[in-house]
Nanobody
């Protein structure tokens, strides 16, 4: 199985920045894609950004394009989400997901709160 541990969440003022990390462990060979999702109170979980482990191709939700950047460090088995120009509507629990042979693995999430 794949274990995912997110970190880096917290309270930040509007316009601020945070960097989330997702460390993968366990049976991590053949993970082909990882991504970040978020779920705000009363809303469905939505894709924020994803990245192909091989090649590094990325995909972003329209709401975060130009503000968020997803990246990976294959040597550390870690995926990052750099979040800049944060807005109150970015407040949510952020979850990391890994896809391996068509199976989804999820982390437990990290809370990001954007508030003054």
């Amino acid at each position: 199985q794949v274990q995912l541990v997110e970190s880096g969440g917290g309270l930040v003022q509007p316009g601020g920045s945070l960097r989330l990390s997702c460390a993968a462990s366990g049976i991590i060979d053949s993970i082909n894609r990882m991504g970040w999702y978020r779920q705000a109170p009363g809303k469905e979980r939505e894709l924020v950004a994803s990245i192909l482990i091989s090649g590094g191709s990325t995909n972003y939700a329209d709401s975060v394009k130009g503000r968020f950047t997803i990246s990976r460090d294959n040597d550390k088995n870690t995926v990052y989400l750099q979040m800049n120009s944060l807005k109150p509507e970015d407040t949510a629990v952020y979850y990391c997901k890994a896809v391996r042979y068509g199976t989804n693995f999820w982390g437990k999430g990290t809370l990001v709160t954007v508030s003054s």
